[in-house]
């Protein structure tokens, strides 16, 4: 277990109170401070010679039941790299840590990408921490600070501060116990479908650059059914028993949270929005409640927007017209910027428009799109300098293209579309988008969504423009 959290936060006090309540032999150790001796003591060799063997002290982790590292951020890297093997497999020098069962662990916050070291509430040489060693804890749980708290928790803290120590209305040990029992029988025969989620979930967050290893995604799958176990341990509840080993209704509840706390990212730098967290997991969730004949489930599970409209494309025959018209939609809102957007609607305008009856709500926003390009209209302006770089560039651009055309180099129907839609986009649409990306870009999608072998118009040249040139 990692706690991170702002300095304050009683990060310390709630796990020695844990350790305390669960009856377990307590090992504290600030990690910006320690040496690799303080926590295994000091080498000797055994009597024949053969081995080396360590004479523990008061302090060493030979007799701990529990191991918590504060400031693991501010740890050495050397240290570090000896604290994997305790943390992951319970060793030390490859000697099993026979009595050992938590390791937790505690940091402050990590810096982002862009913090300043100025800035009064940064923590000066707290850092990242190592990707792979984040990795080894199960799960990483964020701690409130002050102000993300409401003011009746606020208040109930400072009342609380008097009033001692409080017992527990049920011993910790005898919760763990028996969550322990109820996550054995779990793992005998989990549902099928949780394999599942966490194959997708790995995809999603692939997509949005955040790697998850193959340790965390089995560590995900179990700690799912931990949380699983201990939601029926703590709660009692019927009808979480219930569905424990059936109905996947109710794993839902216990697959958020098992996600929303497991992700090494969170002791990383780039971590995702809590938000961003939520929309893959229902995304995520919807998909495996699907059949797996469903074309739906198949477009679902792809996560980027436009390789669903591909699939889509694929499997228009058993698509709903309703839902192949969400797809479109959600391949062009995806898009950064206003040039592929519009390409990516008037690609998606020329491939379904006349051969599908998707909704008008649909048909309305690609054609109005298209329109500029498909019907060009000619206006006149007076440009400065700036804009008429960009003239210049795409004036460029077209009559290269147009050449490559007369060389039977390239497709003349993309070169048309690809002129119109570069002037349609002039003067401002196309600040900070390069023209040659922006054609490459309408090749790919032309060439995917298989627009080669439909037959299609050419559209009108913009007025004013000749071999490439403009007015």
Same mark, same amino acid.
């Given at each position: ?14 796990? !020695?109170? %844990?350790?305390? /309540? *669960?009856?377990?032999? &307590?090992? @504290? ?7 690799? +001796? ?88 707290? !850092?990242? %921490?190592?990707? /792979? *060693?984040?990795?080894? &804890?199960? @799960? ?7 102000? +993300? ?98 109905? &996947? ?223």
């Amino acid at each position: 277990l990692l706690l991170i959290g702002r300095h304050g936060t009683a990060k310390s006090f709630l796990l !020695e109170r %844990l350790a305390g /309540a *669960l009856e377990l032999e &307590f090992r @504290f150790y600030n990690a910006s401070l320690i040496n690799y +001796d303080d926590l295994v003591g000091f080498p000797v060799p055994e009597d024949d010679n053969s081995r080396l063997k360590f004479i523990g002290t008061p302090s060493s982790i030979w007799d701990a039941e529990v191991v918590f590292l504060d400031e693991i951020n501010r740890t050495k890297p050397e240290l570090q790299n000896k604290l994997f093997p305790i943390i992951h497999e319970r060793r030390v020098q490859g000697i099993p840590l026979e009595k050992l069962k938590y390791r937790w662990a505690a940091m402050n916050p990590p810096p982002g990408p862009e913090e300043d070291e100025e800035n009064p509430d940064a923590y000066l040489g707290a !850092e990242p %921490l190592d990707p /792979a *060693l984040a990795d080894r &804890f199960s @799960f990483l749980v964020p701690v409130p600070a002050w102000s +993300d708290l409401c003011d009746t928790a606020r208040r109930r803290i400072l009342q609380d501060q008097y009033a001692g120590e409080h017992p527990f209305q049920v011993p910790p040990t005898e919760l763990v116990k028996k969550a322990r029992r109820i996550y054995l029988a779990l793992r005998t025969g989990p549902p099928k479908a949780l394999a599942h989620y966490v194959v997708s979930i790995e995809r999603a967050f692939d997509h949005k650059k955040q790697y998850l290893s193959a340790r965390r995604l089995t560590t995900l799958h179990r700690n799912i059914l931990a949380v699983h176990a201990a939601r029926i341990a703590i709660r009692g509840d019927v009808k979480v028993w219930k569905y424990a080993k059936g109905n &996947f209704g109710d794993w839902e509840e216990s697959a958020l949270l098992a996600l929303l706390y497991s992700r090494p990212q969170t002791a990383i730098e780039g971590n995702l929005q809590k938000t961003e967290v939520l929309a893959i997991h229902r995304h995520t969730w919807e998909v495996c409640r699907l059949k797996s004949d469903d074309p739906w489930k198949i477009i679902l599970d792809t996560p980027d927007p436009l390789d669903r409209l591909v699939v889509a494309r694929g499997l228009s025959d058993k698509l709903e017209d309703l839902d192949l018209g969400k797809v479109i939609l959600g391949a062009v809102s995806a898009q950064e910027d206003t040039p592929r957007q519009r390409a990516v609607a008037l690609v998606s305008y020329l491939a379904f428009s006349r051969e599908r009856d998707i909704p008008a709500t649909v048909v309305e926003t690609l054609a109005r799109e298209a329109k500029t390009i498909l019907e060009p209209i000619k206006h006149t302006e007076q440009v400065h300098s700036a804009k008429a770089k960009n003239y210049m560039e795409v004036a460029s651009l077209v009559s290269s293209l147009e050449g490559r055309v007369n060389r039977g180099e390239s497709n003349r129907l993309i070169v048309a579309y690809s002129r119109n839609l570069l002037y349609s986009l002039l003067p401002n649409d196309l600040v900070g988008t390069k023209p040659n990306e922006l054609h490459k870009f309408l090749e790919d999608i032309w060439s995917r969504l298989d627009l080669d072998n439909e037959t299609l118009e050419e559209p009108c040249a913009p007025p004013g423009t000749g071999k490439g040139g403009s007015e």
